[in-house]
């Protein structure tokens, strides 16, 4: 496993920051046999198992069949004469186990512990502390694209968008348009819906002889009259018939999201793309990370009460040093705290004091880091 696409830092970074007790016990392991030697070597790539009268099994860590403890621990098993459990979690990576010289694992009194650097549990908590960050500053840090995101016009000629900074802005519409209308003839169902998400249209007929639920995946269609074709093709009642003119060069992944829709015999839905493209808009403050606000122009103004999309990609490219700097120190922290008694929530002895914090608790995590406070409330999502 790695990091989220949109960490905040790295696990180097982390366990830089932590120092060199960054490692786990990962499993036990021993050789039931009690004639010549027998030894276990954990190598950068492979696990080599020494059976003086059997000879040596070398496994192969880098190998999909053996890449997870879970896998690595079985393959141990399955050698005559080894025994091997998990301590560590099984998901965790094989080749980030500590290389060691040949250990002597001959019987039970010489079960041995090897042990693993705790990447997999850093970085669930650098996962954790991206997004309780992302969280208190109420918005996106690290780039990534935002498609069909809808916004209502205000007066004026100018549109706020909820992310920033803008890097680009790919396409601005305004207001609906009915792509193509959906029915379904089936008379013994109990209901019809039709459901569009950001990624699939998901088509259900609860009970009767055309019982289904099905998920088509737009990006797997290359206009919407493809998409149209499939719906069809499933059978179970679904009659569609296109509305649009351009349904046939459009793309089924501009479909807009619309929550679950009951249908029948006579009853359709509609499935709507983003109507009118509009040109000559601008964003302001273009490519400066620093002061970029996320701020659309639009010269003939936005009309109050009109539902507006855009496609656009905002985020920093280059994470700020303080946010970076607070996710690591967030991160370290919970993980100094995985090493002590989880039942413990605080202790003072004299001037020192420490208690526990859980990343779910926004503010008592700050509050108990108001240096790392006072970094990041900069970037704290502007008051409209």
């Keep these: 496993m790695a990091v989220g696409t949109y960490a905040l830092t790295s696990v180097e970074e982390v366990f830089a920051y932590i120092g060199s007790d960054a490692q786990r016990d990962a499993f036990w392991v021993y050789f039931s046999g009690t004639s010549g030697t027998n030894t276990i070597q954990i190598n950068d790539n492979s696990v080599v198992l020494v059976d003086a009268d059997n000879g040596t099994t070398t496994i192969d860590i880098t190998n999909a069949s053996y890449d997870t403890l879970t896998e690595l621990v079985a393959a141990i098993n399955a050698v005559a004469g080894w025994n091997a459990g998990l301590i560590y979690h099984g998901s965790a990576t094989s080749t980030d186990l500590i290389t060691t010289g040949a250990l002597d694992a001959e019987g039970q009194a010489k079960e041995q512990t090897i042990k693993i650097k705790d990447v997999y549990l850093i970085e669930r908590l650098i996962d954790r502390a991206t997004d309780a960050i992302e969280r208190y500053l109420n918005r996106k840090i690290k780039t990534r694209d935002y498609s069909r995101e809808p ?25 609906r348009e009915n792509a193509f209308s959906i029915l379904n003839t089936s008379t013994d169902a109990t209901y019809c819906t039709v459901e569009v998400t950001s990624s699939v249209i998901r088509l259900i007929v609860k009970d009767g002889t055309n019982d289904d639920d099905t998920s088509l995946t737009l990006s ?48 359709s839905a509609y499935v709507e793309t983003p109507d009118e493209d509009l040109a000559d808009y601008k964003l302001l403050k273009y490519g400066d990370e620093d002061r970029n606000e996320g701020m659309i122009y639009y010269s003939p103004g936005f009309s109050p009460n009109t539902e507006y999309f855009i496609d656009y990609t905002a985020g920093f490219t280059t994470i700020p040093e303080s946010l970076a700097h607070a996710c690591i120190k967030l991160a370290a922290k919970r993980y100094a705290e995985s090493k002590t008694d989880p039942t413990m929530r605080s202790e003072t002895m004299g001037d020192y004091k420490y208690e526990r914090f859980s990343l779910l608790d926004l503010d008592k995590v700050f509050e108990g880091m108001p240096g790392l406070k006072t970094e990041i409330d900069v970037f704290k999502k502007r008051i409209i």
């Design 220 to 267: 797997g269609y290359t206009s919407i009259d493809a998409l149209i074709t499939a719906i069809e093709a499933l059978g179970k009642g679904w009659d569609c018939t296109a509305l649009a003119t351009d349904t046939s060069t459009r793309d089924a992944d501009e479909l807009l999201p619309r929550p679950s829709m009951n249908v029948t015999t006579t009853k």
């Design 151 to 175: 916004y209502f016009g205000r007066s004026g000629d100018k549109l706020l968008l909820d992310q920033y900074p803008v890097t680009r802005a790919i396409r601005l519409s305004r207001g």
